[in-house]
């Protein structure tokens, strides 16, 4: 090859490079957002429905009642923060795959939460991915805290795509993703 056409190649990879690395932190962004819904669902679906909480005021009104109203606990403020807390722990369950429907990165939970065994053959474990999926999980709910709140304290269907796709645009390509990819 001669010198002009290497150093046209060499400009064309140089310029396509930024896109292709903001191409990989969304989408382990978008894989980070989906993780943390599906860990957060489940540590919702693990406390007793029936357990409820106090919320409102506890100052007394002129006419002697107070604000008080009782909320399911599992979906109340502060059990949300006390999960938000330790859900980015979690990504250390976490591989990467390949999805041949998008022809792209997903990533899977490779430990059980109920002992059975799980298919794995196409899932890489890295201890970088779990970092990098660690790390941008711990962003996502740095920057999204209100967001994230208000979506568990009040929705129940679908809110993998409404919060990591329509709210946050972490996922701009939800829309190819199977439901139940995590």
């Not at 009104?61 to 006390?82: K, Y």
């Not at 999960?83 to 980015?88: A, L």
């Not at 304290?153 to 996922?171: G, I, M, P, W, Y």
Request: glycine share 4%; proline share 3%; with cysteine.
């Amino acid at each position: 090859m001669d010198n002009s056409l290497q150093i046209v190649l060499l400009c064309a990879l140089m310029a396509l490079l930024p896109l292709l690395i903001q191409g990989s932190r969304q989408n382990i962004r978008c894989g980070a957002c989906r993780a943390l819904v599906d860990e957060m669902e489940w540590a919702i679906s693990q406390i007793d429905p029936k357990k409820m909480i106090q919320t409102g005021s506890f100052r007394i009104n002129p006419d002697g009642s107070q604000s008080v109203r009782e909320t399911p606990f599992a979906r109340s403020e502060s059990h949300l923060l006390e999960v938000m807390e330790e859900v980015c722990e979690q990504m250390k369950d976490y591989g990467e795959g390949v999805d041949p429907t998008i022809n792209g990165k997903t990533y899977v939970r490779h430990t059980p939460r109920d002992g059975k065994a799980m298919d794995l053959s196409d899932v890489a474990f890295d201890s970088s991915v779990s970092s990098s999926l660690k790390f941008a999980c711990e962003s996502i709910v740095e920057q999204h805290e209100d967001e994230l709140i208000e979506f568990f304290a009040h929705e129940t269907h679908n809110v993998k795509d409404k919060l990591c796709s329509e709210r946050t645009d972490l996922c701009d390509h939800a829309l190819q993703i199977g439901h139940d990819e995590l």
